[in-house]
């Protein structure tokens, strides 16, 4: 069916007849802030006023802006966790310790707020916050990447441009999920946040109900902005547009080696790296390591025993980087997986580990469950 264009006209009633306006001179173009030009009884000509006349929205000398190029090369990106005051607040100072600890042990970038960091439990304020707390704490030493994605276009457009704002180096996008969409319907969804500055899109259909295909990822590649993809597919998948020269970032601890070192992708955008920072980083810098990838295969398999982030909760808990709470509706693991974990950390090496603390059991009454926040 054709779309009636409807073009916006004036009424006037018998009593208020509508008068035209004058036509005003042209004004010269000058450098000189613009002046608009009276047409008598406090009316103003609103072509008189071009919007040439006026400075961008955006500068077009931005400053401090990451290139897409700066993000493409980056090799180890963890997911960060966000960890939580005993009132279900964010809790700053083990957030940054453990930022810390991701720089010391190797990480290039962090994603803030993602599903590992619980943005979906955050409102706006605190995703944004958390955003800009991390830029202006760490974001000359890591690049710092916000998950503003969104099942709403106009949720992700705002957040994103709020993102950027606030001066984090690129945004990471899923799909619209639960709410799904066509293929056209995504292609147009990530074409209308590209534009802000460098993304990442990130496919996961076990979370978001629909595959981000070929077809989607092809359509919107002539974006300057498109770093790249974070995939969950597989590794057939990363080959796929590793051929076509899309820079991948494997979201399978478990399948990150091979897809990095068998199938071309760039990297990886871990969770494991949250605990082993310095191991998963040699996994990404150092060549095929096939042992050190086997040794750490068991606390990779572990940390999804259940929905992310529940494991990992757990293990920062009982490592003592972070404290035993948790915001509903996540709550830790049971007693012999937490004990499974003490083992596995015995295991690869409590070095290897962040944290100072030998790792413990904690008991069920240890842990924090917030349901208001």
């Given at each position: 069916?054709?779309?009636?264009?409807?073009?916006?006209?004036?009424?006037?009633?018998?009593?208020?007849?509508?008068?035209?306006?004058?036509?005003?001179?042209?004004?010269?173009?000058?450098?000189?802030?613009?002046?608009a030009?009276?047409?008598?009884?406090?009316?103003?000509a609103?072509?008189?006023?071009?919007?040439?006349?006026?400075?961008?929205?955006?500068?077009?000398?931005?400053?401090?802006?990451?290139?897409?190029?700066?993000?493409?090369?980056?090799?180890l990106?963890?997911?960060?966790?966000?960890?939580?005051?005993?009132?279900?607040?964010?809790?700053?100072?083990?957030?940054?310790?453990?930022?810390?600890?991701?720089?010391?042990?190797?990480?290039?970038?962090?994603?803030?707020?993602?599903?590992?960091?619980?943005?979906?439990?955050?409102?706006?304020?605190?995703?944004?916050?958390l955003?800009g707390?991390?830029v202006?704490?760490?974001?000359?030493?890591?690049?710092?990447?916000?998950?503003?994605?969104?099942?709403?276009?106009?949720?992700?457009?705002h957040?994103?441009e709020?993102?950027?704002?606030?001066?984090?180096?690129?945004?990471?996008?899923?799909?619209?999920?639960?709410?799904?969409?066509?293929?056209?319907?995504?292609?147009?969804?990530?074409?209308?946040?590209?534009?802000?500055?460098?993304?990442?899109i990130?496919?996961?259909?076990?979370?978001?109900?629909?595959?981000i295909?070929?077809?989607?990822?092809?359509?919107?590649?002539?974006?300057?902005n498109?770093?790249?993809?974070?995939?969950?597919?597989?590794?057939?998948?990363?080959?796929?547009?590793?051929?076509?020269?899309?820079?991948?970032?494997?979201?399978?601890?478990?399948?990150?080696?091979?897809?990095?070192?068998?199938?071309?992708?760039?990297?990886?955008?871990?969770?494991?790296?949250?605990?082993?920072?310095?191991?998963?980083?040699?996994?990404?810098?150092?060549?095929?390591?096939?042992?050190?990838?086997?040794?750490?295969?068991?606390?990779?398999?572990?940390?999804?025993?259940?929905?992310?982030?529940?494991?990992?909760?757990t293990?920062?808990?009982?490592?003592?980087?972070?404290?035993?709470?948790?915001?509903?509706?996540?709550?830790?693991?049971?007693l012999?997986?937490?004990?499974?974990?003490?083992?596995?950390?015995?295991a690869?090496?409590?070095?290897n580990?962040?944290?100072?603390?030998?790792?413990?059991?904690?008991?069920?009454?240890?842990?924090?469950?917030i349901?208001?926040?």
């Amino acid at each position: 069916m054709a779309c009636r264009t409807v073009t916006p006209q004036l009424f006037a009633s018998s009593s208020h007849p509508i008068h035209p306006v004058r036509p005003v001179a042209a004004v010269p173009r000058s450098n000189a802030a613009p002046q608009a030009i009276r047409t008598g009884k406090g009316k103003f000509a609103a072509a008189a006023i071009t919007l040439d006349d006026y400075l961008p929205m955006r500068s077009t000398e931005v400053k401090n802006r990451t290139s897409t190029s700066d993000i493409t090369c980056v090799r180890l990106i963890t997911a960060v966790k966000t960890p939580y005051l005993p009132d279900g607040r964010f809790d700053l100072e083990a957030y940054d310790s453990l930022i810390n600890m991701q720089i010391e042990g190797g990480a290039e970038g962090v994603i803030v707020g993602g599903t590992t960091g619980e943005g979906h439990l955050m409102s706006w304020d605190e995703h944004i916050m958390l955003i800009g707390h991390t830029v202006n704490c760490f974001g000359t030493r890591i690049k710092v990447i916000g998950n503003t994605g969104s099942n709403s276009t106009r949720e992700a457009v705002h957040a994103t441009e709020q993102g950027f704002a606030v001066g984090m180096h690129a945004a990471l996008h899923i799909n619209p999920y639960y709410g799904k969409t066509s293929t056209e319907g995504l292609i147009s969804h990530f074409e209308a946040v590209l534009p802000m500055g460098p993304t990442i899109i990130y496919n996961v259909p076990s979370r978001s109900g629909q595959d981000i295909t070929p077809e989607v990822i092809e359509a919107v590649s002539g974006s300057p902005n498109l770093a790249g993809v974070k995939e969950c597919v597989g590794h057939d998948r990363v080959k796929c547009y590793t051929d076509k020269g899309i820079t991948i970032w494997s979201g399978n601890d478990d399948e990150c080696h091979d897809s990095r070192w068998k199938f071309g992708a760039t990297g990886v955008i871990s969770v494991a790296s949250n605990l082993v920072p310095g191991l998963m980083h040699s996994i990404m810098y150092k060549g095929e390591n096939a042992t050190l990838n086997e040794k750490l295969l068991p606390l990779m398999k572990w940390l999804f025993c259940q929905p992310n982030p529940i494991a990992l909760n757990t293990a920062l808990a009982q490592l003592g980087v972070a404290r035993p709470v948790f915001r509903l509706p996540y709550v830790p693991l049971p007693l012999e997986k937490r004990i499974e974990f003490v083992r596995i950390v015995e295991a690869i090496g409590r070095e290897n580990f962040v944290g100072q603390k030998e790792a413990q059991v904690l008991d069920d009454d240890d842990f924090v469950l917030i349901s208001r926040y």
